[in-house]
Nanobody, 127 residues
Framework: QVQLVESGGGSVQAGGSLRLSCAAS????????MAWFRQVPGKEREGVAV???????MSVDSVKGRFTISKDNAKTTLYLQMSSLKPEDTAMYYC?????????????????????WGQGTQVTVSS
């Protein structure tokens, strides 16, 4: 059974950095796509970045140049390195194993293609 456990969230001042980790178990090596999503209260959960089995990545415009998605060689841990954080990055961040190959994280209703969610980790950025 697929299990995803996030860690690394916390509180940071604007301009600071955080690295989120997602320990994955039971994810088939053939799994084509892993992703990070985020959600603020009252809003839909939105895609942030994706990475495929070959290490190709895509991210939404709002985080380009600031966030980097990666995974370790054994493909058991997913990362999101976040730099130059802004107050609007404040959200609960979730890692996800996707069904099928990667789509751009801004794909409409992309959250509906998630096979498995992690429990989430809170990121709070103060101005």
């Amino acid at each position: 059974q697929v299990q995803l456990v996030e860690s690394g969230g916390g509180s940071v001042q604007a301009g600071g950095s955080l690295r989120l980790s997602c320990a994955a178990s039971g994810v088939p090596r053939s799994s084509l796509c892993m992703a990070w999503f985020r959600q603020v209260p009252g809003k839909e959960r939105e895609g942030v970045a994706v990475i495929d089995s070959d290490g190709n990545t895509m991210s939404v415009d709002s985080v380009k140049g600031r966030f980097t998605i990666s995974k370790d060689n054994a493909k058991t841990t997913l990362y999101l390195q976040m730099s130059s954080l802004k107050p609007e990055d404040t959200a609960m961040y979730y890692c996800a194993a996707m069904r099928g190959g990667c789509r751009h994280p801004a794909y409409p209703f992309y959250r509906l293609l998630v096979e498995r969610w992690g429990q989430g980790t809170q990121v709070t950025v103060s101005s």
